[in-house]
């Protein structure tokens, strides 16, 4: 499984972005896709997963009522919009993906949000 992810940059605080993720080969097997980051200095974190079955979500703290995850299963595509991005956001986005019992990570899109 190759995943790709796309839609970083950079934003003034208070603004929005939305980061897509395509997964691509052996995909049929997948059961939950997500978001992790890493800002410098710190260890990655998770910020948000959906399951490709039901649809539940799980959400961060820090980004609950601001970010918001979803997928087109159709199209083996992630998406987290993000809204009321803060500084605090600013970090290097993983697309994260699990399935057949294995985990895949993408190479990661820079998010910088400026104040």
């Known amino acids: 499984v190759q995943l790709v992810e796309s839609g970083g940059g950079l934003v003034q605080a208070g603004g929005s972005l939305r980061l897509s993720c395509a997964a691509s080969?052996?995909?049929?097997?997948?059961?939950?896709m997500g978001w992790y980051r890493q800002a410098p200095g710190n260890q990655r974190e998770l910020v948000a997963v959906?399951?490709?079955?039901?649809?539940?979500?799980y959400y961060a703290d820090s980004v609950k009522g601001r970010f918001t995850i979803s997928r087109d299963n159709a199209k083996n595509t992630m998406y987290l919009q993000m809204n009321g991005l803060k500084p605090e956001d600013t970090a290097v986005y993983y697309c994260?993906?699990?399935?057949?019992?294995?985990?895949?990570w993408g190479k990661g899109t820079l998010v910088t949000v400026s104040s």
């Open positions: 080969g052996s995909t049929f097997r997948i059961n939950a």
């Open positions: 959906i399951s490709t079955g039901d649809g539940s979500t």
């Open positions: 994260w993906l699990r399935g057949g019992g294995m985990e895949y």
